[in-house]
């Protein structure tokens, strides 16, 4: 029930980044390029990623003791 309960919570506040992340790619495409555009878009995808995955409930598999 937690995922399920906890989604439209989380489609809410997700939903404005594509739309930020299109303005800011266009914009830093139109002033400094489309290598710092993509990397605008890599940036926003990293911070995006970045809190699900350090606060997941599995275990990372780069923190395994074998």
């Known amino acids: 029930m937690g995922i399920i309960a906890l989604a439209p919570h989380l489609a809410g506040l997700l939903s404005p980044f594509p739309v930020f992340g299109v303005v800011m790619a266009v914009f830093t ?3 400094h390029g489309a290598s710092a555009a993509v990397s605008v878009l ?3 995808i990293m911070g995006l990623a970045a809190p699900p ?3 997941s409930p599995w275990p990372s598999r780069s923190h395994r003791s074998d």
């Open 42 to 44: 890599d940036g926003l």
């Open 29 to 31: 495409h139109r002033t």
């Open 53 to 55: 995955s350090s606060s």
